[in-house]
């Protein structure tokens, strides 16, 4: 076979993530447009990685450590990398971005669990499971989020036909409190990981981080900063 010296997976147009390989490792990587831009995203103390995808500024995939993938986001440096497995988890990983929210899956206790993030490890929510042997095999396989509407889309085997079907998973994007960007449920709701959050999202060019709701170019600017600053001093209510 053909070894591989590097690859693209994904592109936003104006940048291309994948990843290339140096010794027999893969690394993590960001291209814009040419050979020459190549920027190494192998987070330190990584073995290796690999970039899956991209959403605005914001990209996601992989980094091994200690033997086991772990899920994660960059924005544009190997020194941005934010880890996303959950607690408990022995690994995970990232298979789609809205921007805002992350698609994959992690291993707890020895069993594959698909879920959610929104751009932090504490914000893990794992997907619902329909009745016992009603299907198998469950995959989802892209992620898409609305003003209202979260939407997740993959397939599974239907129990009754044996068939492999297109399936889809919705729930509404609840709105109750701004500031809790990472929609954690545990005290203290609004933390650190808030902030981390917003500035993916607003990295990611996501409507959330239009905190000020401006239109006039461009929409995501300073000024959400200091909006969202406000909304978490005035806490939720």
């Known amino acids: 076979s053909v070894p591989y010296g590097s690859g693209a997976l994904a592109t936003s147009g104006t940048q291309q993530v994948g990843f290339a390989y140096f010794a027999g490792i893969s690394h993590a990587s960001l291209w814009s447009g040419s050979a020459a831009s190549w920027v190494d995203l192998q987070p330190a103390g990584a073995t290796q990685s690999g970039a899956q995808g991209i959403s605005g500024t914001q990209q996601f995939g992989w980094a091994s450590f200690a033997g086991f993938a772990h899920a994660g986001l960059w924005n544009g440096t190997a020194a941005s990398w934010v880890e996303l497995t959950p607690a408990g988890a022995t690994g995970s ?135 969202f600053s406000g909304a978490y001093a005035a806490g939720c209510q």
């Open 93 to 227: 990983y990232a298979i789609g971005s809205s921007g805002a929210y992350q698609l994959g899956s992690a291993n707890l206790g020895g069993v594959l669990r698909y879920g959610l993030w929104r751009g932090s490890a504490a914000s893990w929510e794992e997907l619902p499971l329909p009745p016992a042997n009603s299907w198998g095999d469950l995959t989802p396989t892209g992620i898409w989020a609305g003003a209202t509407t979260l939407s997740v889309v993959g397939y599974g085997t239907n129990g009754v036909t044996n068939v492999r079907e297109a399936v889809l998973w919705t729930r509404p994007i609840a709105a109750a409190c701004y500031p809790n960007c990472d929609g954690s449920t545990a005290q203290p709701i609004l933390n650190v990981t808030d902030f981390i959050c917003f500035m993916n999202t607003f990295a990611a060019g996501d409507s959330y981080a239009n905190c000020d709701h401006s239109t006039l170019p461009p929409v995501l600017n300073v000024n959400d900063f200091v909006c």
